[in-house]
């Protein structure tokens, strides 16, 4: 069952077509992730879902109808960047919109999901950025909300405290909550995601699981090496079955028959002392589809 | 309700917590009404600055007619010589100049000095016979409602410290709220637009209330003010003005992200109301317009209100018209307020 159904949704600014036409569906207790480069219409997108900002046209679906003011008491929300009262310490900060709502979850179970026992009798603004991103995220939870919006949950965290959010997003999905969040970390889309939507521009270029795009997008492996490596120039070595690309100081080759092209390196003389070999993820994939790298 | 008590509760903390911010809403007034005091002090304060120097053939005797000496009127400043004196004189650094121990008395003042003339008419009549002086006018003395200006000046002290309070405290503080987005963050929960503004409201009032007492109880008891008329008319009048002023920076903040701009409407409202509400002085003589642009302002009904109620002993319903007023200004401005406010810039 869909929790929320987004048709053909539009969002003009002055001189900005921010949201072009973007449809999409949120399957109840799914985890669905909007991804894209900066710019991309990501946040925008979620925040007329949100509810924040008006829409120029399209129809919003909660739950098969058009929101209600109970929306506001079942969703969760976390913005990018938000500052936080003045002068609170972390509880009292919990305790402040907990009592916004007619159901809170319980402070305690909150504030274990969180793991903010250590932090709680800290001001909101001595904390760390890690520390902060878990008390907004606990702040999006405080009324134990059926659907969770995140916005770019990760960025700027550095990889341990990425980590701590992730897991805090998987306690989340275990118990059958439906989450929804932007990122432009392809790793965090295809840890954390049942299903994605690319954007890129306003539109959503394509969308799908992460395992069945990179299966009928990017089927084949990849082969790196150093542009030092050849003594000839590497572009010459492309055919039917081999792509060669250049890629700042390296040459990428990608191709289904990956015996095939090491015979052809082998045969051309190349030296394949510093070779890597991997499967494509959704970062190649966004570069295929968009002409373009995802954090440009 | 449990979300207007939320908020209520988080901005008192916030205030509380902020110490510089709750020292200068305290300090402010009170170092005003300090200062205003040591200046002027009760009574007739000296007007006219005297010099006097001493005679040539004498020693060094500065004395002068007990009348000149015991005069309210002028306050004596000794001259080395006679030169010294008129060069001062003449530079406007004194009013009058007497050469003591003549008889009849040497006085010189500069024919380009205004207040010279006065201060010499003054010393002319000090110096002559009273009974003389009594065939030609009586004077009377008025009984009781005696003001000074220090009196005078308190009430207005008090509203101008409570204008400027409501008026940044609430405008500025919703504005950068709205600019770091922590508005953003509250609009996706349930709260209200309402509940949010009245708890801003009822926060800052009770703030200013507890900041006004503490002014008020140490500049009573260190400078003898006291209250003539009802303290339930003064605390509805004061109340009612910060209810205004609250009001009226509700709206100044119900729109926009920019810090500076708002801070440059506040001052545009602030800067007139300071000069203009009566707060440090009467405009009875300005032009018309002025006073009928004077009745637009809400501190206007707010010290007049006060003084009515401290300085001459005024109750509730003496200051109906003030309360009415205020009372109409806040509803209107509370309701535009309301209706305008956005939560995003």
């Known amino acids: ?296 | 309700m449990k979300a207007f008590w939320s908020i209520f509760m988080a901005r008192n903390k916030e205030f509380y917590r902020d110490r510089a911010g709750l020292f200068w809403n305290i300090a402010f007034p009170f170092l005003i009404i300090a200062g205003f005091a040591a200046i002027f002090g009760r009574g007739v304060e000296p007007s006219y600055k005297l010099g006097v120097f001493p005679q040539l053939e004498s020693t060094l005797a500065y004395q002068l007619p007990a009348s000149v000496e015991e005069s309210p009127f002028f306050s004596i400043v000794k001259m080395p010589d006679k030169q010294t004196a008129l060069d001062k004189l003449a530079a406007h650094k004194l009013e009058i100049v007497a050469e003591a121990g003549t008889i009849p008395l040497n006085f010189w003042v500069s024919d380009s000095s205004p207040k010279g003339a006065m201060a010499g008419e003054i010393l002319t009549s000090t110096l002559a016979d009273p009974l003389v002086l009594q065939q030609y006018a009586a004077r009377q003395t008025i009984e009781g409602f005696q003001v000074d200006y220090i009196d005078w000046l308190f009430p207005g002290i008090l509203g101008m410290n409570m204008m400027f309070s409501a008026l940044f405290g609430v405008g500025f503080v919703v504005v950068r709220y709205r600019k770091n987005n922590v508005l953003k963050r509250l609009a996706a929960t349930p709260l209200t637009a309402f509940q949010f503004l009245s708890a801003h409201v009822v926060s800052r009032l009770l703030v200013i209330l507890f900041s006004t007492v503490l002014v008020y109880v140490v500049c009573a008891s260190l400078f003898g003010f006291h209250c003539k008329g009802s303290y339930l008319a003064l605390v509805v009048v004061f109340l009612l003005g910060g209810a205004s002023h609250v009001s009226l920076a509700m709206v100044i903040a119900s729109r926009g992200s920019n810090e500076e701009f708002a801070s440059g409407l506040l001052n545009l409202l602030s800067w007139p109301m300071m000069f203009l509400s009566e707060v440090w002085f009467s405009i009875e003589g300005a032009p018309d317009w002025v006073k009928a642009f004077s009745q637009v302002l809400p501190l206007t009904h707010v010290t007049s209100g006060m003084r009515e109620v401290m300085n001459y002993g005024a109750g509730l319903s003496d200051i109906m018209p003030q309360i009415l007023i205020l009372a109409l200004i806040t509803t209107v401005f509370m309701a535009l307020g309301s209706w305008m406010f956005k939560w995003t810039g």
């Open chain 1, 1 to 296: 069952m869909d929790i929320m159904n987004i048709h053909n949704l539009v969002k003009h600014y002055p001189r900005v077509q921010a949201v072009d036409g973007v449809s999409f569906a949120v399957k109840s207790g799914a985890c669905f992730g909007l991804l894209g480069p900066n710019g991309a219409g990501k946040t925008t997108t979620l925040e007329i879902v949100e509810g924040i900002i008006p829409k120029t046209s399209g129809e919003i679906f909660y739950k098969g109808a058009p929101r209600t003011k109970e929306f506001a008491q079942e969703v969760g929300i976390q913005f990018q960047s938000t500052a936080l009262l003045s002068f609170l310490t972390v509880k009292e900060t919990l305790t402040t919109f907990s009592r916004l709502y007619a159901n809170p979850m319980d402070l305690d179970r909150l504030i274990a999901l969180c793991q903010m026992e250590d932090i709680l009798d800290q001001y909101n603004d001595k904390i760390s950025g890690g520390q902060k991103q878990r008390l907004l995220l606990a702040l999006a939870l405080v009324n134990d909300p059926e659907l969770v919006f995140l916005d770019e949950p990760t960025t700027g965290l550095d990889p341990q405290a990425r980590r701590h959010v992730w897991d805090i997003v998987r306690s989340i999905k275990a118990r059958g909550k439906t989450v929804v969040l932007t990122t432009h970390y392809m790793e965090e889309a295809e840890k954390l995601c049942d299903e994605i939507a690319i954007m890129d521009q306003g539109r959503i270029v394509v969308k799908g699981s992460p395992a069945t795009l990179l299966m009928e997008h990017g089927r084949g492996v990849l082969a790196t090496l150093p542009a030092s490596s050849f003594s000839m120039d590497a572009l010459t070595l492309a055919n039917e079955e081999i792509q060669v690309r250049r890629k700042g100081e390296n040459i990428q080759f990608r191709t289904k028959d990956i015996k095939m092209c090491l015979e052809k390196l082998l045969q051309a003389g190349v030296d394949l002392h510093s070779i890597t070999v991997r499967s494509p993820n959704l970062e190649d994939l966004f570069l295929d589809l968009t002409g373009r790298r995802l954090r440009e």
